[in-house]
């Protein structure tokens, strides 16, 4: 079956430290996107990429980063620069087409040790 | 701007009630889309319609059915006799050139359907 796979489900982070959220997809979508939600809100964009090595910041990009070096994985890493990064990060994908509907994956959920 | 309002932040109805889930929009564009999502407890978001502006023709499949209405930028989401199962938290979105292929998520609402 095709879909988007994000792993860990479930993540703890140290302060100063950097970890990175995996997600791959094997839906042959050009576009990716990395979604923060906290709780009782909804989503906000912080990376997409539209092509393989090509991405661009959304409404919170900052302290974050990401890499699209293959066409089905758009890792998200969260660096110690974003204070506040607990949440639940969820990865869409979606054909190149602005009217298609994205497909999430799983989440996963981040907390600060 | 592209702006998506739910004003609605949570909805508590009993079972085989009917519930509406309001969604208002705003844009420029002529030419955009719309989509609902609906995101149970276990965390991924779900497709469940997608309606573009030259559309406005109601649709309904099973119990749920959608009301598009350019003249009030509305497109609410109603579940005719609510299930347990329904209970989750729904998000309306919007896309549109402008949005340059992003789509912008309202801020959801939580549906509880008690027993």
């Known amino acids: 079956d095709g879909g988007i796979t994000q792993s860990p489900k479930y993540l703890f982070r140290k302060e100063g430290q950097n970890v990175t959220l995996s997600c791959e997809q094997n839906?042959?979508?050009?576009?990716m996107y990395w979604y923060r939600q906290d709780p009782g809100q909804g989503l906000r964009l912080i990376y997409y990429?539209?092509?393989?090595?090509?991405?661009q910041k959304g409404d919170i990009a900052e302290g974050y980063s990401v890499s699209r070096e293959k066409k089905e994985s758009f890792p998200l890493t969260v660096t110690s620069a974003q204070k506040n990064p607990t949440a639940f990060y969820l990865c869409?994908?979606?054909?190149?087409?602005?009217?298609?509907?994205?497909?999430f994956g799983d989440g996963t959920r981040l907390s600060i040790l | 701007a592209q702006k998506v309002t739910q004003a609605q932040t949570e909805i508590s109805v009993v079972e085989k009630e009917d519930v509406t889930l309001d969604c208002v929009y705003e844009?420029?564009?002529?030419?955009?889309?719309l989509f609902w999502y609906k995101q149970p407890p276990s965390g991924e978001l779900v497709f469940l319609i997608r309606?573009?502006?030259?559309?406005?023709q109601n649709e309904i499949s099973g119990r749920y059915s959608w009301n598009f209405q350019k003249s009030t930028s509305s497109f609410n989401f109603t579940i005719t006799a609510s299930q347990v199962v329904d209970s989750a938290v729904y998000f309306c979105?919007?896309?549109?050139?402008?949005?340059?292929?992003?789509?912008?998520f309202g801020s959801g609402t939580r549906l509880s359907i008690r027993p």
């Open positions: 869409a994908s979606s054909l190149y087409i602005l009217e298609q509907p994205q497909h």
């Open positions: 839906l042959n979508h050009d576009a």
């Open positions: 990429s539209q092509i393989v090595n090509d991405f």
């Open positions: 844009t420029r564009d002529t030419t955009y889309y």
């Open positions: 309606r573009n502006s030259f559309d406005e």
């Open positions: 979105a919007l896309s549109s050139y402008s949005s340059a292929s992003k789509i912008i």
